[in-house]
T-cell receptor
């Protein structure tokens, strides 16, 4: 299957700082990328859908000013957690889908810890 | 709206036992159905999928059949190994871009 690379895999940051997470499709053009959040021992919740060259569509309850998503190219989407707080600590995972494709492919996930 | 319901865990089994994880769904239209596996500290791996009614997905000894009449996609494996210990997620997709609705996940623990 296609390869999606997510970086970093783990990050620890101080409260009030911002953290950027990258999601890259390595061998295909990802017209759409999805960002999910997973709390410990819970399921994955969709945060937002990003389409290349346009604004992301956020799910209800997700603060778009706090979780900035940029999808500037067909192979890269970024999620920036701004002014991070301990409650933002979580596992963030991206997936990428291609036009007309049957499924999306997942990155390895990023464990964010805010101290 | 669309939703996925799967049995709660943890499910604890002995090696070589039979595993079933129930999954039912509600959806408008004709979703594709997936099972993903997540090993501790890792991301998601696609285990198997089915895109239409009566399709059977299979991989690594795991199987699931898309049952439209019962809106189910139960996961089965005839003989589990310790290495199958993980969290299993049932998911559905109704668009063509890969947007997924996940079940709550079922933790499976296989003991020697």
């Amino acid at each position: 299957g296609a390869v999606v690379s997510q970086h970093p895999s783990r990050v620890i940051c101080k409260s009030g700082t911002s953290v950027k997470i990258e999601c890259r499709s390595l061998d295909f053009q990802a017209t759409t990328m999805f960002w999910y959040r997973q709390f410990p021992k819970q399921s994955l919740m969709l945060m937002a859908t990003s389409n290349e060259g346009s604004k992301a569509t956020y799910e209800q309850g997700v603060e778009k000013d706090k979780f900035l998503i940029n999808h500037a190219s067909l192979t890269l989407s970024t999620l920036t957690v701004t002014s991070a707080h301990p409650e933002d600590s979580s596992f963030y995972i991206c997936s990428a889908g291609a036009a007309g494709g049957e499924e999306a492919f997942f990155g390895q996930g990023t464990r964010l810890t805010v101290v | 709206g669309d939703s996925v319901t799967q049995m709660e865990g943890p499910v604890t089994l002995s090696e070589e036992a039979f595993l079933t994880i129930n999954c039912t769904y509600t959806a408008t239209g004709y979703p594709s159905l997936f099972w993903y596996v997540q090993y501790p500290g890792e991301g998601l791996q696609l285990l198997l999928k089915a895109t239409k009614a009566d399709d059977k997905g299979s991989n690594k000894g795991f199987e699931a059949t898309y049952r439209k009449e019962t809106t189910s996609f139960h996961l089965e494996k005839g003989s589990v190994q310790v290495s199958d210990s993980a969290v299993y997620f049932c998911a559905l997709q109704t668009d063509s871009w890969g947007k997924l609705q996940f079940g709550a996940g079922t933790q499976v623990v296989v003991t020697p």
